[in-house]
C-alpha cells in the first residue's frame, strides 16, 4: 500500500530502529492516528529533510559530549538515523561524504578549541574543501565570563559556511546552564526541518507545536551567594606548599554532584588596583561605563576587569591606542601603562572597553552532598606561586581564595563535569590524584562512605613530603580503616634520593591494577595535566601493554575503548 | 589476676618479629600497628610524636607527627673516634641533630621517621653498633663507673659490662632481618633458656661501680655490682638486688627502693649469678600488674632470705659475706685527670646530656674535631656527662685548644658546682608519660636556685638536684638531694634528703609546687642551712639531721 519511496523510508527508519525506538514508534504512530492529517506529513517531511545525520562533539569536561548524546537519541526519536562521534575518533575525510552534520563544540582556553576537536577545526580551516552539499549547524558551549565567548563554536560555524556548507540553523551560543538551551535548540532544528518541507497550510500548526516545546532558555549561570565557614592550610610549617581547605556555606541548597567543579571570579588585590589608579591618575570614585553599565572605577577595577596577564592580543588592542610597538606578548596592566605610557593623556573610558573581564577559575568540589550536606561546598585551593624577574608572584584566584578570612562573603557558580562522575554503587573505581588532585577524589569517598557504596576504591596520592604535604591525611586513614578506601598506595617524591611519583607506585602494582581494570574498574585521573597526566597515562599504557603482552599501540587503543565506554575519566588542568 | 596485654604480645610475637615487617610497608601513616609499639622497644626504639605539635596538626587533618627515638645497647658507654664521627653523621642525616647522652651512659636519637629507621640502623651496623634490648623487658644497657682513672684493673671491670651484656642478650634473630635485611635462616636455633617466649616480667637493669665512686647509682639498679679490688687486683664483686625507682603517683603499692646488699661472688661467678637473679625474677616476677613487676617488688613479696635460697639453690653455691666497700660520690671529676697509664681525661660538663651546637658552646662541632684526629675515645657518664678520654700525653695540648675553641672548657669550668651536678631527664616534648618538663626546664629554675645561693652565700656549694617530669623517675630524683618530681604542667613535688654517696633515698617534702612555691621553700630553707650547717655537711644529710624530711 506504501509508495515505493515511502515503503523504503519506512523500512530503513524500523530496521534501524533498536527495540526501544519500535515500542516508541508504536505509540507514537497510534498517537498520531488520533491527530489531524496536516501533522501527517511531518513524518515523511522529517525523514527527507534530515535522512542520516551525524552528530559531532569536541568536549574537554563532558558537557559537548552530554549534549550531543541527547541530540542523537532526540533525532532517533524521530526516526531520523543518526551517528554520533567524539571529533578526535572522525575521519576528516568523511566530512566532505556527509550530508547533514551537527556540530557541538565548547571553547577552551582563551577562545581555542578542546583539544579533543583541535585537529578538525584546523584542518577546516586550512583546507579549501567544498562542502555545498552538506547541511549543518552548530551547538556552542561556552562561558559568558570570558572575553571570547564560545569563540572556537563560532569560528567553526563561520568556516563551514565559507567552505559552501548550508546552515540549517543559526549557531546557539550557550552559557554554563546549556541543559533547556540544548533541548530548545533541537527542538527548532526538528522542526525547521520538517517546516522545511512544509506547505504554508501546516506551517502554523507546526508553528505553535513549536513554540509549545521551545522552553526560553534563561539566561547567564546559577550565581550562589556564600560565606567562607573555614579555611585551613592542610600543608605543615616547613611545607614548600601552602594549600587551603576551604568550606563555603550557603543559605540556599547548593546543587552539584560530586566530580563537578565551583567556579570563582577573583577580586584584583588592592595593591594592584592603586598602582594603575596612579599611573592613569585616577581616584576610584570615577563613574565608567562597562558592558552597558556604569561602575564607580574603584569597584570596576576590583571587582570587574582582568589587569594581570593581559592576554597579547589585548595588549595589542593597547598598542594600536597610545600608537606605540609594543611586543605581542602577555603583561600585567600596571607594567603596560608604567613602559608605555600614552603620550597624550589616555582616555579611561576607551582603555576600559579594550579590556577583558576576570574570567572564572575551576576548583574540583572536594566535599560531597550526602557526607557534607547541601549548604555547604568544599574546595582545595593550592596557592600558586610563580617568580617575575626574580619576584615572588601569586596567582590571581589562588592567592585571592588564599587570603580570604572565615566569616567573608564569597559567589561562585557550578560547573558541571558530566565526564567525571562516580560509576554505579558497585563498581570499582581506581583514583589517581596527586596534590590537588586529591579534591575530588575527597568528594568521591565521601559520597561513597555515606551511601556505603560496595564498589571497591583504590587510591594513589603524591606530593612532597609526608610529613608536610599528606592532603587529608587523618580522613583518608579514616576511609582507610573503616574499609570504604580499599587501597591505598602513595608517593612522596622528595623524601628520598630518588624521586618517586604517582606512576612509580601505579607501576609496582601493575598486576593487581590491571586486574582491577580487566574486572570493570573505572579510572579517574585527576591534577595538574602537564606532566602528570601525561606521565600517568603514559604508564597505564605500558603497565596494559606489560599485562596484556601486546606493544603500546594496542595498549593505546585498549584505553581509549576504555574511555569510550566511560570507564576512563580525566579531570585535569 | 590475668596476665597484661604486653604478656599475649610477646607470646605471639615469633620472636619478637610480631608485624614489625608490615608496619613498615604501611603507606598511610607514619606510625606502626598496635602490638608493634610494644614489640619495637625490645629492638631498642620507641615510637613517639611531637607532643608540641598535637593541635595545630590536627587542625590541618594531619596525624600526629610520629617518629621513633633510638637507644643505643652501649655498655659501659664508650665509643672510638671512628664510632663517633659515624654517630655525628647519622645524628645529621636521620635525627633531630642532637646527640642525647641518658642517665644510663648510652646516647638516644630522637625524631627518626620510620621511613628513616632502616637507613639509620645499618648505618650503626657498619660500626658494629645496636640497638638491641636498649629497652624493653629484657637486661638493658650494662653501666659501669665511667673514672678510668681509678686503678689498673678499671680495663678488667669494665669488660665485665659487655660480658654481661653478651650473656643476657635475647637469642632472636629477629633485629638483624627486620631492620637489616637478613635472610631468616631455619638452622638458627632461637631457643632463649633465659628469656624463653615470655622474656621478663619488666625491664631489668644492671650497674657495676668501682669504689670510691657511685656515678652509676648502682642502688638504683634490679642488679648491682660493686667491684672489690684487693691488692690491686679484682677479686670479685658484692651483689646487690631489687633496686629501682619507679613509682606512680597515686598508687601506694609503688615506691622506690635501694637494693639490698646480698653478699660477695668471686669474679668467675658473676655471669652465672647476675643470669639466674634473672631467670628467678622470671619465674617469680608480677606479670599481671606491670607496676608492681619490677624485680624490687618480687624480693619485697618472696622476702630477702626465701629469695636468696632460691637464687643460691640455682647458682649451685652459696654467696659470701660482702666485702668491705665503701661508695663516696657520685659527681663526675671535671675537666683534665690522668689515670695510672699517664693517659689523659677531659670530663666535659653537657647540660641534660644534650650534645649539639648552640651559641655559646659548640659541642658537637668540637668532638667532631676531636674525633677525626683518631686520637682519642669517648666515655659516657651516668651523670649525662662525656668524658674525652685515653689522650697521650703529647696530644693533650692540641686537644686544649680544641675544646677551648669551641668554648667547652669555659662552659664546663664556669658552670656553678651546683648546675654540674644537677640532671634532668628527657620529659617533653617527646616523652609520652611527661606530666611536667624536666630537661627543658630544669636549667632556667637552677639560674634561680643559683641566685639564691649568692644570696645566702652558699656560691659554691655542689648540691645534688635532679628533676624528672612524672614519677618513673628517668633522673633518679627519689635519690638527689634535692628531687623535683613532675605531678602536672608547671607543678612539681619536692622530695628531700639523700646523700652524696647515693645510699640513702629522699623523702617528700611538699607536694605539688609551683615555681613560686619551689623558690620560697628553698629560699627558708637554704636560709637555715647556711645558718646551721655544720661543717662541711651536705644539704641532704643537714635536712635529715634538722628533721624537715
Ligand atoms: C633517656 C632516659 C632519661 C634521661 O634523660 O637520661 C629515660 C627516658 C625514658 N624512660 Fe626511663 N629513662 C632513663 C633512665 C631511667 C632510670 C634511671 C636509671 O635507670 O638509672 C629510671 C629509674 C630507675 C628504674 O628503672 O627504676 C627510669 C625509669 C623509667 C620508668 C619506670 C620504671 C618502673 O619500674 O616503674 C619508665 C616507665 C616504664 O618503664 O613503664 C621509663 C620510661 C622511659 C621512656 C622510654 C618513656 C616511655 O616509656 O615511653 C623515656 C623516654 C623519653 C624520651 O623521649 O627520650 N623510665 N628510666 C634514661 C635512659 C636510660 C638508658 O639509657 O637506658
Ligand atoms: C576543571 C579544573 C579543575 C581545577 N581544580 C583545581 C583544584 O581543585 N585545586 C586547585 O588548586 N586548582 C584547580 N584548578 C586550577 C585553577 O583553576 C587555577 O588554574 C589555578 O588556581 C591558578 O589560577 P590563578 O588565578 O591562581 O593563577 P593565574 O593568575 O591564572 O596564573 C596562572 C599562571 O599564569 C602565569 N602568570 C599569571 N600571571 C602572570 C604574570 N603576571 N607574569 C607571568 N606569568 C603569569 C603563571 O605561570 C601562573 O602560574 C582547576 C582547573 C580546572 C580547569
Ligand atoms: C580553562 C578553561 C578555559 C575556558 N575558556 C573559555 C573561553 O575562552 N570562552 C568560553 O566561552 N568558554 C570558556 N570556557 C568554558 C567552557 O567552554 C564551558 O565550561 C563548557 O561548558 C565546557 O564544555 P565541555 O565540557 O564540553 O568542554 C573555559 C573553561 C575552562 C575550564
Ligand atoms: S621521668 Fe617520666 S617524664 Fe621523665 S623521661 Fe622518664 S618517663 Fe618521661
Redesign the pocket.
Known amino acids: 500500500m506504501l509508495a515505493e519511496f515511502k515503503l523504503k523510508t519506512f523500512r530503513s527508519l524500523v530496521y534501524s530502529a533498536t527495540k526501544e525506538e519500535l515500542i516508541w514508534m508504536n505509540g507514537f504512530l497510534s498517537g498520531l492516528l488520533q491527530e489531524e492529517k496536516t501533522i501527517l506529513s511531518r513524518v515523511n517531511g522529517q525523514s527527507s529533510a534530515l535522512s542520516g545525520c551525524t552528530v559531532v562533539y569536541g568536549t574537554e569536561t563532558g558537557n559537548s559530549k552530554k549534549v550531543a548524546v541527547d541530540f542523537s537519541n532526540r533525532l532517533k526519536k524521530q526516526g531520523i538515523q543518526s551517528k554520533i562521534k567524539s571529533l578526535d575518533q572522525y575521519r576528516l575525510a568523511d566530512l566532505s561524504k556527509e550530508s547533514n552534520l551537527l556540530v557541538v563544540m565548547s571553547t577552551q582556553g582563551d577562545g581555542e578549541p578542546p583539544a579533543a576537536a583541535k585537529k578538525f577545526y584546523d584542518y577546516i580551516h586550512q583546507n579549501e574543501i567544498a562542502l555545498n552539499h552538506l547541511k549543518y549547524g552548530v551547538f556552542a558551549l561556552g562561558d559568558s565570563a570570558y572575553p571570547l565567548f564560545c569563540k572556537a563554536g563560532e569560528d567553526v560555524d563561520n568556516r563551514l559556511s565559507q567552505l559552501g556548507a548550508q546552515r540549517i540553523i543559526p549557531v546557539r551560543k550557550s552559557d554554563v546552564d546549556f541543559e533547556d538551551d540544548a533541548s530548545a535548540w533541537i527542538d527548532e532544528l526538528v522542526n525547521n526541518a520538517i517546516n522545511s518541507e512544509e506547505n504554508n497550510v501546516s506551517a502554523n500548526a507546526v508553528a505553535v507545536k513549536v513554540s509549545e516545546n521551545v522552553k526560553p532558555a534563561k539566561p547567564g549561570k546559577k550565581i550562589y551567594e556564600g560565606i567562607i565557614a573555614a579555611k585551613i592550610n592542610l600543608n605543615d610549617r616547613c611545607s614548600n606548599k601552602e594549600t587551603w581547605h576551604i568550606e563555603i556555606a550557603a543559605e540556599e541548597a547548593i546543587s552539584y554532584q560530586p566530580g563537578d567543579a565551583i567556579g570563582i571570579v577573583a577580586k584584583n588585590n588592592q595593591a594592584t588596583v592603586n598602582k594603575i589608579f596612579e599611573l592613569l591618575q585616577l581616584t576610584g570614585d570615577e563613574e565608567l561605563l562597562y558592558k552597558n553599565e556604569t561602575y564607580k572605577a574603584s569597584k570596576l577595577f576590583i571587582e570587574k576587569i582582568a589587569l594581570q596577564y593581559l592576554p597579547a592580543r589585548v595588549v595589542q588592542l593597547y598598542a594600536k591606542m597610545v600608537e606605540k610597538e609594543i611586543p605581542s606578548i602577555r603583561m600585567d596592566l600596571a607594567e603596560l601603562l608604567r613602559i608605555y605610557p600614552a603620550d597624550v593623556k589616555l582616555d579611561v573610558q576607551q582603555l576600559v572597553h579594550v579590556l577583558t573581564p576576570v574570567i572564572p577559575r575551576l576548583y574540583s568540589v572536594s566535599s560531597s552532598p550526602a557526607a557534607h550536606g547541601e549548604n555547604e561546598i568544599h574546595l582545595t585551593v593550592a596557592r600558586d606561586t610563580f617568580s617575575v624577574d626574580g619576584h615572588l608572584r601569586y596567582g590571581l584566584c589562588s592567592d585571592y581564595l588564599s587570603v580570604l578570612k572565615e566569616g567573608m562573603p564569597i559567589q561562585f557558580y557550578i560547573q558541571k563535569n558530566s565526564a567525571f562522575k562516580l560509576p554505579a554503587a558497585h563498581n570499582d573505581i581506581i583514583m589517581i590524584g596527586p596534590g590537588t588532585g586529591i579534591a575530588p577524589f575527597r568528594s568521591f569517598l565521601s559520597e561513597r562512605d555515606a551511601q556505603s557504596a560496595t564498589g571497591r576504591n583504590w587510591l594513589f596520592f603524591g606530593e612532597q613530603h609526608f610529613v608536610s604535604d599528606f592532603l587529608y591525611q587523618t580522613e583518608i586513614q579514616s576511609f582507610f580503616e573503616t574499609g570504604t578506601l580499599t587501597k591505598l598506595n602513595t608517593a612522596f617524591s622528595r623524601d628520598q634520593d630518588e624521586k618517586v611519583y604517582v606512576q612509580h607506585r601505579m607501576q609496582q602494582h601493575a598486576e593487581e591494577l590491571f586486574e582491577w581494570i580487566e574486572n570493570g574498574a573505572n579510572i579517574f585521573i585527576s591534577g595538574t595535566k602537564d606532566p602528570m597526566s601525561v606521565d600517568v597515562e603514559q604508564i597505564l599504557i605500558k603497565i596494559i601493554a606489560g599485562q596484556k603482552n601486546t606493544d603500546e599501540q594496542s595498549a593505546a587503543a585498549y584505553l581509549s575503548a576504555l574511555k569510550e565506554s566511560g570507564r576512563y575519566h580525566k579531570d585535569v588542568y | 589476676m590475668s596476665e597484661s596485654p604486653v604478656e599475649r604480645i610477646k607470646k605471639a610475637s615469633d620472636g619478637l618479629r610480631g608485624t614489625l615487617n608490615e608496619s613498615l610497608l604501611d603507606e598511610h601513616t607514619g606510625a606502626i600497628r598496635e602490638d608493634d609499639q610494644t614489640l619495637i622497644k625490645f629492638h631498642g626504639m620507641?615510637m613517639?610524636d611531637d607532643r608540641d605539635r598535637r593541635e595545630e596538626r590536627a587542625e590541618k587533618k594531619l596525624e600526629r607527627l610520629y617518629s621513633f627515638?633510638l637507644?643505643l645497647r652501649l655498655p659501659g658507654g664508650f665509643l672510638t673516634a671512628k664510632q663517633w664521627i659515624a654517630l655525628h653523621n647519622i645524628t645529621g642525616e636521620h635525627t633531630t641533630g642532637v646527640i642525647?647522652?641518658?642517665?644510663?651512659?648510652?646516647v638516644?636519637l630522637?625524631g627518626i621517621l620510620k621511613s628513616h629507621l632502616k637507613p639509620t640502623i645499618s648505618a650503626f651496623n657498619k660500626i658494629s653498633l645496636d640497638s638491641i634490648a636498649?629497652?624493653g623487658d629484657v637486661n638493658?644497657?650494662v653501666?659501669v663507673t665511667a673514672h678510668s682513672k681509678v686503678s689498673p684493673v678499671y680495663e678488667e671491670i669494665f669488660s665485665y659490662a659487655d660480658k654481661i651484656s653478651a650473656h643476657l642478650l635475647p637469642k632472636t634473630r629477629a633485629w638483624y632481618e627486620v631492620w637489616l635485611d637478613e635472610e631468616k635462616l631455619a638452622e638458627i636455633n632461637e631457643e632463649d633458656p633465659l628469656y624463653e617466649d615470655r622474656y621478663l616480667p619488666?625491664?631489668f637493669?644492671i650497674?657495676i661501680a668501682v669504689p670510691p665512686y657511685n656515678d652509676v647509682?648502682v642502688f638504683?639498679?634490679d642488679v648491682g655490682l660493686i667491684a672489690i679490688i684487693e691488692k690491686d687486683k679484682l677479686t670479685g664483686f658484692n651483689v646487690t638486688a631489687g633496686?629501682?625507682?619507679?613509682?606512680?603517683h597515686g598508687n601506694a603499692e609503688?615506691y622506690?627502693r635501694l637494693a639490698t646488699l646480698l653478699g660477695f661472688i668471686n669474679k668467675d661467678n658473676v655471669l652465672k649469678t647476675v643470669y639466674e637473679i634473672a631467670t628467678v625474677q622470671r619465674d617469680y616476677g608480677n606479670r599481671s600488674d606491670?607496676?608492681l613487676s619490677?624485680l624490687k617488688y618480687t624480693i619485697d613479696r618472696l622476702g630477702v632470705d626465701a629469695f636468696k635460697t632460691e637464687l643460691e639453690k640455682r647458682i649451685g653455691f652459696k654467696l659470701q659475706p660482702p666485702k668491705h666497700a665503701e661508695l663516696i660520690h657520685r659527681n663526675d671529676e671535671y675537666g683534665w685527670h690522668k689515670n695510672h697509664e699517664g693517659k689523659w681525661y677531659y670530663t666535659v660538663f653537657v647540660e641534660?646530656?644534650r650534645i649539639l651546637d648552640d651559641e655559646n658552646v659548640h659541642l658537637k662541632s668540637a668532638f667532631l674535631e676531636i674525633a677525626k684526629t683518631g686520637k682519642a675515645s669517648f666515655r659516657f657518664t651516668?651523670n649525662?656527662n662525656i668524658i674525652v678520654a685515653d689522650i697521650a700525653e703529647e696530644d693533650k695540648k692540641p686537644f686544649e685548644n680544641i675544646l677551648n675553641k669551641y668554648g667547652i672548657i669555659a662552659h664546663t669550668e664556669n658552670a656553678s658546682a651546683l648546675r654540674k651536678q644537677s640532671m634532668?631527664?628527657?620529659?617533653f616534648n617527646?616523652?609520652?608519660?611527661a606530666l611536667a618538663e624536666?630537661?627543658r626546664y630544669l636549667p632556667q629554675l637552677i639560674t634561680k636556685i643559683e641566685t639564691l645561693l649568692e644570696k645566702h652565700q652558699l656560691k659554691d656549694e655542689g648540691i645534688i638536684i635532679r628533676m624528672t617530669g612524672c614519677p618513673?623517675?628517668?633522673?633518679?630524683p627519689f635519690i638527689a638531694e634535692i628531687g623535683f618530681v613532675g605531678t602536672a604542667y608547671g607543678r612539681y613535688n619536692m622530695h628531700l634528703g639523700a646523700n652524696a654517696a647515693g645510699t640513702r633515698l629522699s623523702k617528700l617534702y611538699k607536694e605539688n609546687l609551683n615555681e613560686e612555691e619551689i623558690l620560697d621553700e628553698l629560699n627558708s630553707l637554704l636560709k637555715l642551712y647556711a645558718a646551721k650547717r655544720t661543717a662541711k655537711e651536705a644539704f641532704g644529710d643537714f635536712v635529715v639531721r634538722e628533721k624537715i624530711v
Open positions: 620507641y613517639q627515638m637507644r642525647k647522652i641518658t642517665s644510663r651512659q648510652t638516644q630522637h636498649a629497652c638493658r644497657n653501666t619488666r625491664k637493669k650497674a647509682d638504683t639498679n633496686g629501682g625507682l619507679g613509682t606512680t609503688t622506690p606491670r607496676k619490677r641534660s646530656g651516668c649525662q634532668a631527664c628527657v620529659a617527646t616523652c609520652p608519660l624536666g630537661q618513673n623517675g628517668c633522673a633518679r
